[in-house]
């Protein structure tokens, strides 16, 4: 059996994809840490009672989560192996406008509440705002494959929407922030 841990951590120090040894402070490890916490959370969801369209997005999720994660823990951008792209945004954005047909429209911030599945879901939108954070950190010192911050900051806005969603289908109401 392989053991789990190799003791090369220890100092302090992760490889990445081109076989590079960096800080575990580095901001490109940051990054795709948070990507991983995000893609965990979803993990956290679907341990819920989800429908199978809810569940079949979500599973689709995590694994781009994964492209993402390998996206940016490769810093040698002319190597197009597991690279975020395009296609994987249109998707999102296509499930976003899928979902929000059905909702209404808000004039006022919500809270991140309602049924505990939403609210699985919102903490998760929370942990991408975060990773897109980090990724833009990243993108500020080293160059990246910007289709990774993209995806983020669509994907948050793909859980805002499917928190509503399903906050709708439980028959429970947004609650709007009172100032």
Request: with cysteine; net charge neutral; aromatic share 6%.
């Amino acid at each position: 059996m392989t053991k789990i841990y190799t003791k090369t951590g220890d100092d302090g120090t992760t490889g990445i994809i081109s076989g590079k040894r960096v800080s575990k402070s580095n901001a490109r490890i940051l990054a795709y840490g948070v990507v991983d916490e995000a893609n965990s959370s979803v993990g956290i969801i679907l341990a819920s009672d989800v429908d199978d369209d809810t569940r079949n997005l979500l599973t689709k999720i995590q694994n781009d989560l994964f492209v993402i994660g390998a996206d940016l823990s490769d810093a040698d951008l002319n190597n197009l192996s597991n690279r975020a792209t395009p296609d994987m945004v249109q998707y999102i954005e296509g499930k976003i406008d899928e979902l929000q047909k059905d909702l209404s429209t808000i004039t006022n911030f919500i809270l991140p509440s309602g049924d505990i599945v939403a609210s699985r879901i919102h903490m998760s939108r929370a942990i991408c705002r975060r990773a897109e954070t980090a990724i833009v950190a990243l993108s500020e010192k080293e160059p990246i494959n910007k289709t990774c911050q993209i995806y983020m900051n669509r994907l948050s806005d793909l859980l805002f929407v499917l928190a509503r969603f399903i906050n709708k289908q439980k028959h429970v109401d947004d609650v709007f922030w009172k100032k």
